[in-house]
């Protein structure tokens, strides 16, 4: 923990919506009264019909039931467009800059109204109705934004995953949500390096052969070859050019779904978050005006992938909610140099930018030159989210890249969180380097002990929320009973966010990662249980456990203890071989840094595996096991230690 303390600079004090006074007063009035408070905040959004009604929420174990603005009727594609036209038709919406950096494109609102309507008729042609789920597969070009925005125009449920999920997920995704229409592109382009998108689709469907995929909509990126296949494969542009620019927005009631997003947990398959239409958009609406203290005419830049919730929130349905002008990047930030990001932000007059602490960790081993060379001055705000950050990275971020002018606002939240939840607001919150400060409002974090004490002052345990919030998600798809068994059994009638934190004397929050079976790669939550399975697929491989271990740039890297099926030798290959594999079946965020050849697994005397002592000899800290009495064969352990040992 960092002791440092940084005030709000003099020009923020100024120029913010909130000082620190005007915080508190908000905060105090936004747990006070809910009803009131949203009912006023819920105005920030139009409504064809308004709400009567506006908290409707239960946390009663057994019967969780959520519901903001109930009554109220909107359409999300509508409030991210239309209503903007007036005022700001001939403003850009969207940058796009493209993974070459001679390519960029600009597109105003009047044109995003365009786009989202055709590409929302080529939808209607193919039957999709409101209700309808689709899967989007998407590199990160303009089209992807005008898909998901067609969707919500539509009233169909989009189902976005990230373009670097292999075909295996691609398939279990569609399947679980069922959805008879995929939008993809021939190929991504990252780092000059082109991703097979409609390849994998292909493959994708043939693994999955019930899942009763009727369309998929190619949009041309790269121009590589690609087969369709007759009757169900359409070109988009093709598909484009038969209908027009005009469709109506549906009438969505505010619980309506907007999307699912699936995401990863201790155990089982991915979930598939669901959230729904009015009280997600108020609230992505209301922490990126607040948060990023977002004024008429900044030019907004989130790095995230729109296949993950911070670029559904916070590059899409947040910024364009308050008609702002938002940067969409294709690129990596290594690509075609370590200046790439900073060069973007000058060529671009970025004013705020949002990033991850796995970039900031990285661009920071390669020192301070590729910064220096570029100006920066446009820049006013530095956010970062995903991953608890560093004080070392925060100061570098803070000093370097901001050049101790442009506050950080740290961001804690979660794919069911919908938005951020615990986060300074820069005119408003002195900061300290790694912690995310202070809850938004209406958010009601508490600090737990195992068996759900409520602790008060300075202390540390597991986070829950004490009460609901309007971008929360709703349900699991299509399985609400797991919904309520994953975040509200642990400690009956709160949240449980399956993060552990600290919180300290001025009442700031740090969190300190995951205490739950799930790891934080390069700020990409990947399910233990999902790896694992992924190994034991492998005809060679008897049994595998995966843990997470610290990693300079990634936060968390891999780590994997295999047992080899009888009579199999522990290779070099063989260990690259299972590398690749797991890549090959979830994906490349998975694979594994560090695979162990383990003859045998720590258990009780039950079969349980003990993951404790497996981190902890992953971590190195072979002095503190803890409590190793309850296992059955304590000579494994001190041979997983020894070989630990001699591998460094
Ligand atoms: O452990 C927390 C970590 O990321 C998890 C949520 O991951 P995901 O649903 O993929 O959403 C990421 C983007 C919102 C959390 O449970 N996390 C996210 N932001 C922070 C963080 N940990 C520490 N500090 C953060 N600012």
Not at 382 to 411: F, K
Request: charged share 25%; net charge negative.
């Amino acid at each position: 923990m960092s002791d440092k303390i940084y005030d709000v600079p003099a020009a923020w004090a100024q120029r913010a919506y909130l000082d620190d006074h005007g915080y508190r007063a908000k905060y105090e009035a936004s747990v006070r009264d809910p009803e009131g408070f949203w009912a006023e905040e819920g105005k920030r959004i139009d409504w064809f019909e308004p709400y009567t009604r506006v908290k409707n929420t239960s946390y009663d174990p057994g019967h969780v039931s959520i519901k903001w603005f109930e009554d109220g009727v909107t359409n999300v594609a509508w409030n991210c467009i239309d209503r903007h036209l007036d005022a700001r038709g001939d403003q850009v919406a969207i940058i796009w800059e493209g993974d070459d950096p001679s390519e960029s494109r600009l597109i105003t609102y009047n044109e995003l109204h365009d786009q989202v309507c055709r590409f929302a008729n080529v939808l209607r042609n193919r039957n999709v109705e409101k209700g309808d789920r689709v899967t989007i597969y998407m590199p990160m070009i303009p089209e992807a934004a005008y898909a998901m925005l067609a969707c919500a125009r539509l009233g169909a449920v989009h189902s976005v995953v990230f373009g670097g999920f292999s075909p295996d997920s691609l398939a279990g995704r569609v399947r679980d949500c069922g959805s008879r229409v995929i939008i993809t592109a021939d190929e991504g382009l990252r780092g000059g390096r082109k991703v097979p998108l409609k390849a994998n689709v292909d493959a994708a469907i043939a693994k999955a052969p019930d899942a009763e995929v009727d369309h998929v909509i190619v949009v041309k990126r790269t121009g590589g070859t690609i087969d369709m296949t007759p009757g169900r494969d359409v070109w988009y542009h093709e598909a484009a050019d038969l209908v027009t620019s005009e469709c109506p927005a549906t009438p969505m009631n505010a619980e309506d779904p907007l999307f699912i997003l699936y995401t990863s947990g201790s155990t089982g398959s991915p979930k598939g978050v669901l959230h729904t239409t009015g009280g997600y958009l108020v609230y992505a609406a209301m922490t990126h005006h607040y948060v990023f203290d977002y004024h008429e005419g900044d030019v907004y830049w989130c790095t995230a992938d729109i296949g993950w919730v911070t670029g559904h929130s916070y590059i899409l349905y947040g910024p364009l909610a308050n008609g702002a002008t938002t940067l969409m990047f294709e690129g990596v930030p290594n690509y075609p140099s370590n200046s790439r990001f900073w060069e973007v932000i000058d060529k671009h007059k970025v004013n705020i930018f949002y990033t991850a602490p796995t970039a900031i960790r990285a661009l920071m081993q390669g020192g301070d030159a590729p910064v220096l060379k570029t100006s920066r001055a446009s820049l006013r705000l530095l956010g970062s989210v995903g991953e608890p950050i560093n004080p070392e990275a925060w100061e570098w971020y803070y000093r370097v890249v901001g050049e101790e002018r442009c506050p950080v606002v740290d961001t804690w939240w979660q794919t069911e969180t919908g938005g951020i939840l615990i986060t300074p607001l820069p005119g408003a919150t002195r900061l300290k380097p790694g912690s995310a400060t202070r809850p938004f409002f209406g958010v009601i974090p508490q600090v737990v002990d195992a068996e759900g004490n409520v602790l008060e002052g300075a202390c540390e345990g597991n986070l829950v929320i004490a009460d609901s919030w309007p971008g929360q998600m709703r349900t699991v798809y299509g399985d609400h009973e797991r919904f309520m068994q994953t975040y509200f059994s642990t400690y009956p009638g709160k949240y449980f966010t399956g993060d552990g934190c600290r919180r300290d004397a001025d009442g700031y929050y740090w969190i300190t990662g995951r205490v739950d079976d799930v790891i934080n790669v390069s700020g990409h939550r990947m399910g233990t249980a999902e790896v694992e399975s992924a190994l034991v697929a492998h005809p060679k491989v008897s049994e595998a456990a995966v843990v997470g271990y610290p990693h300079d740039i990634k936060g968390q890297g891999i780590y994997a203890y295999v047992t080899l099926m009888a009579g199999v030798e522990p290779t070099e290959e063989l260990r690259k071989e299972l590398v690749g594999w797991v890549r090959r079946e979830i994906g490349p965020i998975a694979s594994p840094d560090l695979i162990q050849f383990a003859p045998g697994l720590p258990k009780t005397r039950s079969g349980k595996i003990m993951r404790r002592i497996l981190r902890k000899i992953a971590e190195d800290e072979y002095g503190n096991l803890g409590d190793t009495s309850t296992l059955a064969d304590p000579a494994v352990v001190q041979d997983l230690i020894s070989q630990r040992q001699n591998k460094k």
